[in-house]
């Protein structure tokens, strides 16, 4: 047998390729570069090439004449000309959102290679998605998991998979002038810092207080009183362990926070303390189930410190629930597929306590320590 030459091994490996970028039926199938989930942590340089620009031009397709994009959508798909002529149909289509991520990704996005190209058209998609932020606030300083469609549970004022953090956060860096968004004009500039200042005193009023004490709060709130109201059927009235990470470290990163910012954060801190729950793991057990997996709470005294999603308000109680909406004490007795298909524990207080807590009491509020045993 003839020694395989550099560059017969290159042709080789060239050919296997070309047939994996081929389907079976001999259709091309082209990839994306990088996935939708990571399109913010590339390196700078990305943001000006031709794989950052295609995105980016996918992007625009999306975005809705709202300004705003719907959710669950992977903008880095490769598109043909009939998903372009779809999305061209759907332009239209009242389903802007912030759930899931959406809206302010995009954003986010478009201001990154607006900044690394200078080309004009990410620059006005991106003046249009502020925009949609902007006018889908509610006076009160809330934002809908929907605009303008604010149907059903969508109406609330939504901390769900950080909807209002996530909108709040790109406002921030704008009015603050952060690197990246320094090209924005200064009547956008007010503006988001007014829509910022509102919002900070919507989650100071939306903190659920029990007994005189402020705790955390509820994945979702009225929009009109800001108590804590249900979502799917399965989502409860509760305290949530697990979006309210998020707001008290967005809280956190406020520079000289007021007295009422101060209290807000410890409230929900000394609160997290209080709800940890010790000595038991979640862990997954293989089965037959189509998922191949079962979610199990064992005994572990070992098991480092985890919160439930959802507390009793008023109790402390983890509660769980499943598609026939009745309130449950454990994860077992809730069906196999909500049981699988949800996360109902996490560990995401146990950095807030341990780490970004202790730094911010030190220096905003020093002496002063609500975890002190």
């Known amino acids: 047998m003839k020694k395989t030459t550099g560059r017969a091994v290159m ?35 990305f943001y000006a090439g031709d ?15 709202t300004g705003g994009w719907p959710k669950s959508i992977d903008v880095t798909r490769i598109l043909s000309e009939r998903d372009k ?16 991520g959406a809206t302010h990704t995009q954003i986010r996005y478009l201001a990154k290679v607006y900044s690394a190209s200078r080309l004009e058209r990410f620059k006005q998609g ?40 996530g909108a709040m956060s790109v406002l921030r860096d704008i009015a603050e002038k952060r690197s990246g968004y320094k090209f924005v004009d200064e009547s956008r500039r007010r503006k988001a810092k007014e829509a910022v200042r509102k919002g900070i005193e919507c989650i100071l009023k939306c903190q659920i207080i029990v007994d005189g004490r402020r705790t955390a709060w509820c ?44 209290e807000a954060i410890q409230g929900a801190v000394a609160w997290f ?23 199990v709470v064992i005994k572990d005294a070992t098991a480092p410190p985890i919160w439930a999603r959802f507390y009793q308000i008023g109790t402390n109680r983890p509660i769980f629930c499943g598609r026939d909406g009745k309130i449950k004490d454990t994860l077992a007795e809730i069906e196999h597929e909500r049981r699988t298909g949800y996360s109902w524990y996490g560990r995401g207080p146990a950095e807030l306590l341990t780490r970004d807590y202790p730094a911010w009491q030190k220096k905003w509020v020093p002496g002063n320590n609500v975890l002190k045993k």
């Not at 050919?15 to 590339?42: T, Y």
């Not at 794989?51 to 004449?65: G, P, T, W, Y």
Request: aromatic share 10%; proline share 5%; glycine share 8%.
């Open 51 to 65: 794989e950052a620009i295609r995105i980016a031009d996918n992007a625009l397709m999306h975005q809705r004449s």
């Open 126 to 165: 991106f003046l249009k998605g502020v925009d949609y932020l902007l006018e889908a606030q509610y006076d009160n300083g809330g934002w809908p998991q929907f605009y303008p469609n604010r149907r059903g549970y969508s109406r609330y004022i939504t901390f769900n998979d950080s909807a209002m953090i």
């Open 273 to 295: 303390d209080r709800a940890k729950l010790s000595g038991i793991r979640q862990v997954s057990k293989p089965d037959d189930s189509e998922r191949g997996f079962d979610k």
């Open 11 to 45: 042709v080789l490996l060239s050919l296997f390729a070309a047939a994996i970028a081929f389907g079976s039926q001999g259709v091309k199938k082209p990839v994306a570069a990088i996935s939708w989930g990571r399109c913010l942590v590339q390196r700078p340089k």
């Open 85 to 100: 002529a779809g999305l061209r149909k759907v332009k239209n289509k009242e389903d802007s959102t912030l759930d899931n």
């Open 219 to 262: 994945q979702q709130h009225d929009e009109k009183t800001f108590a804590p109201r249900p979502a799917r059927i399965y989502e409860k009235v509760s305290i949530c362990g697990g979006e309210s990470v998020g707001i008290v470290k967005f809280l956190m990163s406020i520079d000289n926070p007021t007295k009422e910012i101060i």
